[in-house]
């Protein structure tokens, strides 16, 4: 019997791995919705930017501007955006500086506008203007300018609900030292604060203005707004939402999902970022097949000393009750995932670790996980495929039988 298999190439890393999965057991392949694209991004960034009022002003009356860059698509949009909002300035005789982020691609050179990139090492400085329960030390360059203009991509997270352009000034342009503080035992804190807590941050800081942009499948920009943060990610949340998720109507026996190639699969602490869009698509009792290349190995060392213990979730999460711990959470969704389903971690950590300290199944190629899965599950298995599941939260329409759960 001739068996036609589908390829399908997920990222990992900077780079793309295939799995080949037999047509007649493959249930779906889940990607982010498609959309009309923006015409021509740089004529609606021009039109957005000129028709604000207020950022016009602003402009006006700014010695200084620092334009914070993001991911956003492709170094060629990048470049044009982040030019579009310096002709916007090019009437102000003050400095312009460009700050690039973790998440930014280099964009160039702009002219006599200074380009910075932050680091661990950059100067900070406290931002007394947020008044909360840790000091937010922020990028000097940052804090000491009068305008300030952040670009980049808004899209889900699948713990804290949506990162990206909502994260470019609190924890992106902050110290290591004020970045921890935040998520690490914090008595009283939950998930939802986090995200608050960010978004607070940044709309602390007076002439704040952002340029963010949703993205489709294709990397396409779908949707952009302008204007002060919040109204921002209020215009962008109805895009977003819209382009991830993905009905489905039964779950699979074994889901492969790619994390989503750099960065997302940096650690294995940021790709278990991830594992939920998996986990809604799979069968309780069904095997989860994770491509994350992991170069940076297993991330955070909170993360691997929350894993390592080895304890019941339960007790886990009674901790977190008391003293939040953002890696020590992640820890624990591990821990509980693996109570459920079988895991199995395609990446470029160590079997020893990958087997004995996090407790998932370890493969060398996303085939031979996914053929050891179907030994597993049986020969009758459906397979879900999730190429790249930083975009994608599958949602289930119907209820399903208790026997199929």
């Given amino acids: 019997m001739l068996i036609t298999l589908v390829e399908v190439w997920l990222p990992y890393g900077r780079s793309e791995i295939p799995v080949r999965v037999p047509e007649e057991r493959l249930l779906d392949i889940l990607r982010a919705e498609s959309a009309n694209p923006v015409d021509d991004p740089v004529a609606e960034a021009e039109r957005l930017l000129h028709s604000n009022e ?90 000491k300018s009068d305008l300030r203009i952040l670009i980049g991509e808004l899209r889900l997270h699948h713990f804290l609900g949506y990162s990206g352009l909502c994260d470019l000034v609190f924890p992106q342009l902050a110290s290591d030292a004020s970045a921890r503080s935040q998520i690490a035992d914090r008595p009283g804190v939950t998930l939802d604060n986090l995200h608050k807590e960010r978004v607070e941050i940044a709309t602390s800081f007076h002439d704040l203005f952002a340029l963010g942009l949703a993205f ?34 039964k779950r699979a026996d ?24 998996g986990l809604n698509a799979l069968k309780k009792g069904g095997t989860l097949i994770v491509a994350a290349e992991c ?81 597993t599950q049986g020969s009758d298995s459906t397979i879900t495929v999730i190429p790249n599941a930083s975009k994608v939260v599958p949602k289930l329409l119907e209820p399903q039988n208790s026997n199929t759960l």
């Fill in 54 to 143: 207020q950022f016009q002003e602003a402009t006006n009356n700014a010695p200084s501007a620092a334009i914070v860059l993001g991911s956003c698509g492709s170094q060629q949009l990048a470049a044009d955006l982040t030019q579009t909002v310096l002709n916007q300035l090019s009437h102000s005789q003050g400095s312009r500086t460009i700050i690039l982020t973790d998440e930014a691609v280099d964009a160039g050179e702009f002219g006599d506008a200074k380009v910075l990139k932050h680091t661990s090492k950059s100067e900070s400085t406290p931002f007394t203007e947020f008044h909360g329960a840790f000091t937010s030390d922020i990028d000097s360059a940052f804090v």
């Fill in 295 to 375: 170069g940076k190995g297993h991330g955070d060392t909170e993360f691997y000393d929350w894993s390592s213990e080895h304890k019941e979730p339960r007790h886990l999460e009674t901790r977190l009750r008391h003293r939040f711990n953002y890696n020590g959470f992640k820890a624990s969704f591990l821990s509980r995932t693996l109570q459920a389903h079988r895991v199995c971690l395609v990446s470029t950590i160590p079997d020893y670790y990958v087997e004995n300290t996090f407790n998932m199944k370890s493969a060398t190629t996303v085939n031979a996980a996914l053929h050891n899965a179907q030994r």
């Fill in 216 to 249: 489709d499948s294709e990397m396409r920009p779908a949707s952009m707004a302008f204007g002060g943060i919040s109204d921002c990610l209020t215009n962008l949340t109805p895009s977003v939402d819209k382009l991830h998720s993905r009905s489905i109507t």
């Fill in 254 to 277: 074994i889901v492969v999902m790619g994390v989503g190639g750099f960065p997302f699969d940096d650690s294995l602490s940021r790709a278990v970022e991830t594992i939920p869009a």
